[in-house]
C-alpha cells in the first residue's frame, strides 16, 4: 500500500500549490491513498464544503483536522454531518451525551481491495481546547476495534515534540505511521521504529513560503515585539510564492517499509 500525505494545507497559496503540483506528485508515486489537512484550508481559517469539495475531487481520500476544526461551523455546510464526507477531526474531544461533537474523528476508506484506517488525534498541551488524554484514548481505541483493515494511519495534531516521539514509541509496531502536525515546520527526523511504525515529527505546511506559518509579518510582529494581545495576532493569508511538505510511505502487512519526504519550494 502507497500513501501520499501531504501537510496543512493552508488558504489560497496552499489550496495552488496542491492543484499545481499534485500530478505530478501521482505520477512519480502512484498511491493507492492521499490523505491531507484542511484546518487552515480556507483563508487560513475552517474549512468550508467547496474547498473539501475540491480536495476530493482532486483525489485526497480522507482529510484531518486539528484546533481550527469548529472555528466557523455555520460556514462548514455538511462537511462533518455526511457520511460521505472525507473530512475528519480530532477523535478525542471530551464527548458528552446533551452536547454532542460534530463529524468524526476516524475513517475507514477502502480501494482495490485495501482498507486504510486513518484517525486523527489531538493533544491539550499548550492548545485551547481541553481533550481527553490522545495516549489513553488510542490504546482503549484500538483494544476495542472490531473493524478489519490493512493499515492504521495516526494524526497526532500537537505542539510538543516529546509528545510525538513518545506516541510512536507507544504505538510501535500497531499502527503504520504516525505523524504530527501543528507547528507547520517540517521536521528532519523521519523514520522507520523497531517493530514498524513510521514517523515523522511534523509534516510542514503547504502554503505560503515568505509567511509566519501563513499569516503576514505585519500581522504577528507588533504581539511579538512588544510582548502583548493588545495588536493581534490578526489572521491575514499571505499570497505568493508556495511550499509544499508532506510524506510519502510505504506499507506492507500493515508496517511501514518506506518513509520519504516531500518538499517542493518555489
Ligand atoms: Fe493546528
Not at 493552508?10 to 484542511?38: C, H, Q, W
Not at 484546518?39 to 482532486?58: C, F, R, S
Not at 473493524?147 to 494511519?153: C, P, Q
Request: glycine share 10%; charged share 20%; proline share 4%.
Amino acid at each position: 500500500m502507497k500513501i501520499l500525505i501531504l501537510w496543512d494545507v493552508f488558504g489560497r497559496t496552499g489550496r495552488r500549490m496542491v492543484t499545481e503540483n499534485i500530478g505530478a506528485l501521482r505520477a512519480k508515486y502512484a498511491p493507492d491513498f492521499m490523505i491531507a489537512n484542511s484546518e487552515n484550508i480556507t483563508g487560513g481559517k475552517w474549512p468550508i464544503e467547496k474547498h473539501v469539495e475540491a480536495m476530493k475531487d482532486l483525489g485526497f481520500d480522507i482529510l484531518t483536522g486539528g484546533n481550527h476544526v469548529f472555528s466557523n461551523l455555520k460556514d462548514s455546510g455538511n462537511i462533518f454531518s455526511d457520511p460521505r464526507s472525507i473530512q475528519i477531526r480530532p477523535a478525542n474531544y471530551c464527548e458528552h451525551q446533551d452536547y454532542p461533537i460534530p463529524g468524526k474523528g476516524w475513517k475507514i476508506v477502502e480501494k482495490n481491495g485495501q482498507r486504510l484506517l486513518v484517525i486523527n488525534l489531538m493533544s491539550s498541551t499548550f492548545m485551547h481546547d481541553s481533550l481527553d488524554n490522545p495516549f489513553q484514548y488510542i490504546e482503549k481505541f484500538l483494544s476495542g476495534l472490531t473493524e478489519t483493515y490493512d493499515a492504521i494511519v495516526v494524526d497526532f495534531h500537537r505542539e510538543t515534540t516529546a509528545e510525538l516521539v513518545n506516541m510512536a514509541h507507544f504505538l510501535d509496531g500497531q499502527v503504520a505511521v504516525v505523524y504530527g502536525t501543528h507547528t507547520h515546520v517540517q521536521t528532519n527526523d523521519e523514520r522507520i521504529f523497531p517493530k514498524g511504525t513510521g514517523m515523522i515529527t511534523d509534516l510542514g505546511m503547504t502554503g505560503a513560503l515568505w509567511s509566519s506559518i501563513g499569516h503576514t509579518f505585519e500581522s504577528r510582529l507588533p504581539s511579538l515585539l512588544t510582548g502583548t494581545r493588545l495588536f493581534g495576532p490578526k489572521a491575514e493569508q499571505v499570497i505568493g510564492e508556495g511550499i509544499l511538505t508532506g510524506i510519502f510511505v510505504e506499507i506492507q502487512a500493515g508496517k511501514c517499509i518506506h518513509i520519504e519526504k516531500i518538499r517542493i519550494q518555489e
